[in-house]
């Protein structure tokens, strides 16, 4: 399967697996009187959990932390669920979390296709949920997004009219490829745009802030090209400094603002008072944001925008999307 397939395949992922672990049952008594959540995982098998928690930030009490290192939380104990996501099941900085939730508490849940993960999961009578073989991680977000939704909802930690709006949302999202996804449409103009620019980009903290954060691994893995990002506010009291005529002044420079209607008016109008500044030191504004009729149906949307903006600025740049070359070259060394 190629890279266009595989970002393609986005929507049906998501219902694909809601119906795959409609059967999943899990022992409520093991998993009682969680208090925490703590989901390692690394690169695509770790986005998930970031967009899962900003998507669930009005549905779901218990904290969540997303963990990309090799130790889990010194406060984490018998109360935390652990959820250790590695699509291959080989992750080293994963199984290393792995050992160290075993000896934390008895809620552990691993996501993986197999490998070192289900085997050990197996051995310690860990539950496996698995996920279909054959993607590029980066390109099975829609599995692991509802992976993790189905979980909590069948953990009660996360109501199943939550998982509808999801469902729902990802049954637009083939309209919304005939009309701003294919080839010569939006995605593709902002992919013309990026084309030899030096690239930085913007969320909203809490909001589009892990959005923002995918499109810079997107554009980094498919079209091997290096971006910058950052959030507002924060990025008003810091980084607007940085911007300046001199630097990289024989590129052309790009700001990407990705928002969402319902963000606080202070940081849309932030968006709009900083973009004007930066034009004055010639810099190109795009703004992404999409329409929807809620707050997961908008963050999908924007999730598979953005993917495909990185699809059609790998193929500008004349490159093939689906090999991460040094990511493997780097593992075979640390190896």
Known sequence: ?????????????????????????????LFNGIKSIVIAG???????????????????????T???????????????LFILSSYSGNTE?????????????????????????????????????????????RAALGYSLITLLSIFNKLQVLESNFLGLVINASNKLDSFYD??????????????????????IYGVESSTDHIAGRLRAQIAENAKMLATYNVLPEMNHN????WNKTQFSNMKKIAIWISDKDDHPRVLQ??????????????????????????????????????????????INNTDPVPVDRIMNLKNKLS
């Open 1 to 29: 399967m190629n890279m266009q397939e595989m970002i393609r395949s986005f929507p049906h992922q998501i219902n694909e697996q809601f119906d795959n672990l409609k059967s999943e049952t899990f022992d409520l008594n």
């Open 42 to 64: 690394m690169g695509g098998s770790a986005i998930s959990g970031d967009l899962v928690k900003i998507l669930t930030k009005d549905e779901i009490v218990i904290p969540i």
């Open 66 to 80: 997303v963990i990309r290192d090799y130790s889990i939380p010194s406060w984490s104990n018998e109360d935390t």
């Open 93 to 137: 900085e994963t199984m290393s979390c792995f050992d160290a939730a075993l000896s934390k508490s008895k809620k552990l849940i691993a996501i993986c296709t197999g490998g070192k993960l289900q085997e050990k999961s197996i051995d310690n009578n860990v539950k496996v949920i698995p996920i279909p073989k054959g993607y590029q991680p």
């Open 179 to 200: 009309e701003f996804c294919k080839r010569d449409s939006l995605a593709y103009t902002i992919a013309q745009k990026l084309k030899g620019s030096m690239i930085a």
């Open 239 to 242: 980084e607007i400094e940085a």
């Open 270 to 315: 932030r968006i709009q008072i900083t973009s004007e500044l930066l034009e004055e030191i010639d810099v190109e504004n795009i703004f992404i944001t999409c329409d929807g009729d809620n707050y997961p149906e908008r963050c999908l949307k924007l999730l598979f925008l953005n993917d495909w903006v990185s699809f059609y600025l790998a193929e």
